[in-house]
């Protein structure tokens, strides 16, 4: 397979010629396209070296090198014309046919608007081209349509022209100051509601903000209109940027493989992080559209003013940019609560991607399909390694690095060494053993030993790290910031500290301690790492008490429940009856009735470890026992706290806030575990919900309790919604995530409603991805049929769309903790797919990993 051979890192060079200006027209027909490219091209190489293009499923219609037909050769995606000069404009005309686009890379069509996908290497799907981000040219684009079916024609920058043309089309034209690399290019046509404001920056220039929504969706573009300006005013507050365009534009599009894409001054989003009202959208939806929102504006800065010299450095912008959308929602939010889900990706996705067939540092060293590397790594470890430096340099030294790096590189594509280097210089603090955070992959394990000494009144730890690479070797011993508390027994802080491990093993003492402490460890996930420590019930206890960090709070609750739910499965193994110990329901018992604790954490701290999350727990799990002790500490912890969950529920029923909320709903959701008198309750709340998160988190836990008003109010949602497809995807979701043993049929049964396609990547993701990655149980069933259904859909996906056929591959990936039966069933589907005559590059990719 010779298009699927990797590419490396070391193999990086130069390009030999660049191009400095970009002249694009687009005659837009929806199956035959007309795209004329007029590039300049300087050489930077040596002069002998031919011009070499990518190009992807164009129709070639002509070439002209300075207005002169030129000799050329297309081979395999390729278009190589050899010349002697210096510098020439090349003018290529091509055709494509967006209409057949289900890839939704390139220049596709989403409910009848035209709209592209750029990143990562989807411009050669629309021109032959330099496409790689370290080719830097300045765009101007003409874009012709028919004027009443696409009234808007929209690309980057600032628009210069526009008038009428033959035949009822209309053209527009947009030019773009800023250079910048082709996967930021983008162009939109089509007939959209439109909500316009403005936006006054620091240095008093009017910005015009527009967000394009589909007709009759208006009234839902509010909050992203007003999360947009949010985001401009906190990026000038806290980090100085100022926005650079005269407008910026965000477009929404229901087809489309991710949540948003950050092209210059024209964002594309997916409906599902634009879209909102509150009797449609869940708080959860609220606050990811704030934060999505956020990133893609972050990026203006941190990706495209600079952006990454190849694909190998994508963490560059993207570990940084969620580190810049995190820090904007913890502002602007709760904070403990956002670094509560930041932790859970990590814990619950990353880890189980590090110890996978695809793990990977965060700057990969080698790469088949650069899709596949868009990962909870570069993303969300790239994040935790930025939130390190943070830690390590303080906010002052953060933000003067920061400065040094948008100084040096504005209007450059940089690696994350210039990241580094720039944080480096400005503080002063040696990173040199901290950059093999970029190089190294796998979780780097610490494991803590402590000793108390009442002579001295001194207590030493002793801290230890190991990590174990890809191929299994030993990696060099890591920079770790490592934050712990000290606390003694009446629950006072004795010590709050950063230590910063940097030796494979070394020892911390604290002085004047007079007794044994209760240490919190790694506190607020300090560094991506797995903790290796013990911890005892009375430990866990004390620090869910007692922590100063209401993360650690948190934490300590998610390692008490996980506590007991082990305990049940050693119990099931050796055949004696599940208990719970007192302490452990005594201690959620506190959290109930608790007054005042944040109830948005409270919420975290009553949802149970999932499957997925109890998992990464362990290195070898049996399954079935799982499932048993997590239902039974379930049942256990709502029936013996069912008078504190029903008096909170009660209470929390006035309140209109979205912690409270999300506590009201998980105290619902424990006590419809305890019997069906909660039915009425259940239905109650359903009938009167005003917003979205009631109504759901009702329906919820009827299907939950398997309740018998179930199937009405499931058919009661349906009704209601089924011409609103952002919130059949929820019914969709909450159906596919059924304890059932037959939940297979129903899913092949709602595969076939109309609200469905396997077109649009949001409905797989809804119905099949929640399935695969969230109904751990029916999915890893022990005859295999889980594994065997997802591969039937994985191979239509693969003719469909591979990008997400690809996404839709981890759950049969991470299979190392199964047993032999589970794995067999598993190892048969990959191979069923490794044989697929037509397998695209990305599964391809994750497939021969997994076997190998
Ligand atoms: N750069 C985008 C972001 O992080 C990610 C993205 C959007 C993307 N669409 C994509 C990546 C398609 C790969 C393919 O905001
Ligand atoms: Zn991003």
Redesign the pocket.
């Known amino acids: 397979m010779s298009q699927s051979e990797a590419k490396y890192l070391k193999d990086y060079q130069t390009p030999a010629f660049t191009i400095t200006h970009v002249d694009l027209a687009f005659h837009l027909d929806e199956s035959r396209t007309q795209v004329r490219a007029k590039s300049k091209v300087v050489r930077l190489g040596p002069v002998g070296e031919p011009l070499v293009l990518v190009g992807e499923q164009l129709k070639m219609l002509s070439v002209t090198l300075d207005g002169e037909p030129v000799e050329y050769q297309e081979t395999e995606g390729e278009l190589r014309i050899e010349t002697q000069a210096q510098a020439f404009e090349l003018e290529i005309v091509t055709a494509l046919d967006p209409q057949a686009n289900s890839s939704l ?1 390139g220049l596709y069509m989403s409910d009848g608007a035209y709209c592209t ?1 750029c ?2 290497e ?1 411009f050669r799907r629309i021109s032959y081209f330099l496409d790689r981000p370290d080719v830097l040219a300045k765009y101007t684009v003409r874009i012709e349509a028919d004027k009443s079916a696409f009234p808007f024609l929209l690309s980057n920058g600032n628009l210069i022209d526009q008038g009428e043309a033959d035949n009822g089309r209309h053209f527009v034209c947009w030019e773009d100051p800023f250079p910048k690399p082709s996967y930021l290019f983008a162009l939109v046509a089509g007939d959209f509601d439109l909500l316009e404001d403005q936006f006054v920056t620091m240095s008093k220039r009017t910005v015009k903000l527009q967000v394009f929504v589909d007709k009759g969706n208006l009234h839902k573009a509010s909050h992203a209109m007003a999360s947009l300006k949010k985001s401009m005013k906190w990026d000038e507050e806290r980090f100085g940027l100022e926005y650079d365009l005269d407008i910026y534009m965000i477009v929404a599009v229901d087809f ?7 092209n210059k001054g024209l964002n594309i989003f997916n409906t599902k992080y634009v879209l909102a009202d509150t009797a449609s959208a869940t708080d959860d939806d609220y606050h990811g559209i704030e934060s ?1 929102v956020g ?2 504006y972050f ?1 203006n800065w941190t ?1 495209n003013r600079i952006t990454c010299r190849d694909w190998f450095q994508l963490s560059l ?2 570990g940084l ?1 969620v580190f810049r959308d995190q820090e904007f929602s913890s502002d602007l939010g709760s904070r403990a609560v956002n670094r509560i889900h930041a932790i859970k990706v990590m814990k619950n996705q990353q880890f189980a991607e590090d110890s996978g067939p695809m793990a990977h540092p965060i700057r990969p060293e080698s790469v088949i399909e ?2 596949n590397f ?1 990962t909870v790594t570069v ?1 969300n470890k790239g994040a935790e390694v930025i939130r390190m430096l943070h830690t390590l340099l303080g906010e002052q030294g953060f933000q003067a690095g920061m400065k040094t790096y948008v100084e040096r590189h504005d209007g450059q594509a940089v690696t994350c060494d210039d990241f580094v280097n720039a944080m480096e210089d400005a503080s002063s603090k040696d990173l040199s053993q901290f950059r093999r955070w970029y190089a190294q992959a796998g979780t780097p394990v610490v494991t803590v030993a402590a000793d108390f000494n009442q002579a001295l009144n001194r207590f030493s730890l002793t801290l230890s790290q190991s990590v174990k690479g890809v191929d299994g070797q030993l990696g060099e011993p890591l920079h770790i910031p490592f934050s712990i508390e000290l606390l003694d027994r009446d629950g006072n802080s004795l010590a709050n500290k950063v230590l910063e491990l940097t030796a494979s093993s070394q020892i911390f003492h604290f002085d004047g301690i007079m007794q044994p402490p209760v240490m919190s460890l790694l506190q607020d996930f300090s560094a991506p790492v797995r903790l290796d420590y013990q911890y005892s019930i009375e430990e866990l206890v004390h620090l869910m008490a007692f922590a100063s960090s209401e993360v650690a709070r948190w934490e300590a609750s998610v390692a008490l429940i996980s506590h007991g739910i082990w305990h049940c499965v050693k119990q099931r193994q050796s055949q004696t009856v599940m208990t719970l110990s007192a302490e452990i329901i005594d201690a959620f018992r506190g959290v109930i009735l608790h007054e005042d604790l944040d109830p948005a954490l409270v919420a975290e701290m009553l949802t149970l470890p999932t499957a997925a999350a109890l998992i990464e727990q362990v290195d070898h799990v049996e399954l079935d026992f799982l499932a048993q002790a997590r239902e039974f500490i379930l049942a256990q912890l709502a029936v013996s706290c069912e008078d504190e969950l029903a008096a909170r529920y009660q209470s929390l029923i006035s309140k209109d806030d979205a912690g409270s909320r999300a506590y009201k709903n998980a105290c619902l959701l424990l006590l419809c575990q305890v019997s069906d008198s909660y039915e009425a309750t259940v239905q109650q709340q359903y009938d009167s919900a005003m917003n979205m998160t009631d109504s759901l988190g009702a329906l919820h836990a009827a299907v939950k309790g398997q309740f018998s008003n179930k199937e009405a109010l499931l058919a009661d949602f349906e009704r209601k919604w089924r011409h609103t497809p952002l919130v059949m995807d929820k019914w969709f979701a909450l159906q596919a995530m059924d304890d059932s043993p037959e939940v297979i049929e129903t899913i092949k049964r709602l595969s076939q409603h109309s609200s469905f396609s396997f077109n649009n990547p949001n409905r797989v993701r809804s119905l099949i991805g929640t399935f695969a990655m969230g109904n751990t149980y029916q999915f890893n069933k022990i005859d295999g049929s889980g594994y065997q259904y997802l591969t039937q859909i994985l191979i239509k996906l693969n003719d469909i769309n591979p ?1 997400l056929a690809s996404r839709m591959v981890t759950p049969l990936i991470q299979f190392a903790k199964f047993d032999v039966q589970r794995q067999a069933h598993i190892r048969a589907c990959l191979s069923e797919l490794l044989a697929l005559p037509n397998l695209s590059k990305d599964v391809y990719e994750k497939v021969s990993k997994a076997l190998a």
């Open positions: 890379e996908q990143e990562a989807g489309f493989n991710m949540g948003a894409m950050e999505v990133h893609e990026h990706g912008k993207e940019t650069m899709n868009y993303y990008q």
